[in-house]
């Protein structure tokens, strides 16, 4: 089922709608934002998803990570 | 007969004690707004103007003949098919925004009109509104002519009637300040902060940049506006002051509130204007330049003068000087079908020029801009790739100003989520979520773009979206004012030849 989600890109303008499926990784949901930013982000390949203030593992799950509808989520460099 | 001065005393100042009903019937709190106090609180309230019907009607007359004159004399089509183009797409901004927002204007002082608190009150909102009417047909009546040559000019009717996102946010704040009103808090908020505080925007800064652009016809009647809302601008303060003398802490929530939803909505639309949509050479200052010349100062005076405190985020706001337009600008390019007016990208120069007025987070912005300028190498320039430098997924929107969640910088974007009687929501800023913590049962019900889409309300393809939802079309959705055609880009077509 796929989740929506508010994915903020460092280095971008504004916030993209972003739907998730449950059994995406963590690194996959990296991926969706930064090719959804790449008109304004150019591509980086050390990147984190940040959820509450805490970097998630990459390779959990979107069931697994916590993330729920509507949540927010960071992706950042480094 | 009276003389004038003996007439016009009668003619403003009549209020009577009722007999039949009592004055809270009269003048119900719900609508004619809060403090509710009788009205020997409000019968001292006075402006300075003290214009009588026919001294109005004389007045307006012969500032409809000047407009007149000047549109005769410079404002035909081949006048303005000379403008530079990033100002045509300027005009068509503001030809959108304005002319029903003031329709709205109508409304809430007519509000006024029949439930302010005292016959001088009333008798100057009866003005107000009938300024606002005219507000609404001159620029309406300027750009129609324009409509047959550029279909984008069509939007000066149709914006406010269309689910457009930007349509959508504007709304949302007309809604709220002038149509939906009472008379005491649409008196504050539009008379004191909007036409007082940010009125200059427009008026004064509009008018200059018209003018450097050679579009006289745009400065007329920005100017003629202007001297009507210096007129009916005075109602808001002997509002103000009695407010302030019986409730203090609303009033500054009040000043809060409005100073806060103004300044989003402004920034966009003058902030825009004079940093992207002029041409460098002819502009006179920088969107921050004005704002702390024309805005900053004076408002932080006229607070003084009232004996209120500066707004509690106002830290934030001279922040948001620095950065908030150009995030906005930004995504909007990259966004620029979902709108009815065209962009350009900053050339080099430009960006030189915006560095120098922006030095705190412009390297973040450049970098966008690079990027955005490398999509356009890649792909090359020309109609046919438009979409493939445009945004393909749903960018998002805050529940309370309903603009993007552009906020902050781009290295960290100040959107914040909050969980309230059950419900998502999420906000650009700090303010935008206090405001709605104030009142959540006037704006909870209110969906933005995003929630739209995922209730089904809204498609959620983009082409559908665009056609079917903001009501564009190929030929009126924006684009690249030269398709990514750039001599400094190094993609110019003719320039190999």
Same mark, same amino acid.
């Given at each position: 089922m796929a989740i929506p989600l508010y994915g903020f890109m460092e280095g971008d303008t504004v916030g993209l709608l972003i739907l998730a499926e449950d059994g995406d990784t963590v690194q996959t949901l990296a991926r969706k934002l930064q090719d959804a930013a790449s008109l304004r982000v150019a591509d980086r390949t050390e990147v984190r998803v940040v959820y509450n203030d805490k970097a998630l593992d990459p390779v959990l799950t979107i069931s697994q990570s916590g993330l729920k509808a509507l949540d927010r989520f960071d992706v950042i460099w480094g | 007969m009276l003389s004038r001065e003996e007439w016009l005393p009668l003619a403003r100042k009549l209020d009577w004690n009722y007999s039949y009903v009592r004055e809270d019937e009269v003048f119900p709190e719900v609508i004619s707004g809060r403090p509710w106090l009788p009205h020997s609180e409000w019968k001292d309230w006075e402006e300075s103007f003290k214009t009588s019907y026919r001294e109005y009607v004389d007045n307006q007359y012969e500032k409809d003949m000047a407009v007149y004159a000047v549109r005769d004399a410079v404002g035909r089509l081949e006048n303005v098919q000379k403008l530079a183009a990033p100002w045509m797409n300027s005009l068509k901004v503001h030809a959108a925004a304005l002319p029903l927002a003031e329709f709205t204007g109508v409304i809430g002082n007519l509000r006024g009109a029949r439930f302010g608190r005292d016959s001088a009150w009333r008798t100057m909102a009866t003005f107000g509104a009938l300024d606002e009417y005219r507000h609404t047909q001159i620029p309406l009546l300027l750009f129609h002519q324009l409509v047959r040559w550029d279909p984008q000019f069509d939007w000066a009717h149709k914006f406010y009637h269309t689910n457009n996102w930007f349509a959508v946010a504007a709304r949302h704040f007309f809604d709220e300040l002038t149509l939906g009103q009472n008379a005491i808090e649409f008196h504050i908020a539009t008379n004191f902060v909007l036409e007082t505080g940010f009125t200059n925007l427009q008026f004064v800064g509009l008018a200059s940049l018209a003018r450097e652009s050679s579009d006289h016809m745009f400065e007329r009647m920005v100017t003629s506006i202007q001297t009507d809302e210096a007129r009916h601008a005075q109602i808001g303060h002997p509002v103000l002051e009695v407010v302030m003398k019986h409730d203090p802490e609303y009033a500054q929530y009040l000043v809060d509130k409005w100073f806060w939803r103004n300044w989003r909505l402004f920034s966009i639309l003058t902030g825009l204007s004079i940093d992207y949509l002029t041409a460098l050479d002819q502009r006179p200052y920088s969107f921050k330049e004005f704002m702390e010349e024309w805005i900053i100062d004076q408002f932080l005076r006229t607070l003084d003068e009232f004996g209120l405190k500066r707004p509690w985020y106002w830290d934030m706001v001279m922040d948001e000087l620095d950065i908030y337009h150009h995030m906005i600008y930004a995504s909007a390019y990259s966004y620029r079908a979902t709108l009815w007016f065209n962009f350009v990208i900053p050339s080099p120069a430009e960006r030189k020029w915006l560095r120098q007025k922006y030095p705190k987070y412009w390297d973040d912005m450049d970098a966008v801009w690079e990027q955005v300028s490398e999509r356009w190498r890649t792909v090359g320039p020309g109609p046919a790739n438009e979409l493939a430098v445009h945004g393909t997924v749903l960018p998002t929107f805050c529940? =309370?100003?309903? =603009?993007?969640?552009?906020?902050?910088t781009p290295r960290k974007n100040t959107a914040r989520t909050l969980v309230h009687d059950g419900r998502k929501y999420i906000f650009c800023s700090q303010p935008c979520q206090w405001i709605f913590l104030q009142e959540p049962e006037r704006y909870a019900n209110h969906q933005d773009l995003v929630k739209r889409v995922l209730s089904g309300e809204a498609p959620a393809d983009l082409a559908k979206l665009l056609t079917e939802y903001f009501r564009l079309t190929p030929d009126t959705w924006g684009k690249d004012v030269h398709s990514g055609n750039y001599d400094w880009l190094g993609t110019r077509k003719d320039s190999a030849a």
């Open positions: - | 529940d =309370l100003c309903q =603009l993007p969640l552009s906020a902050g």
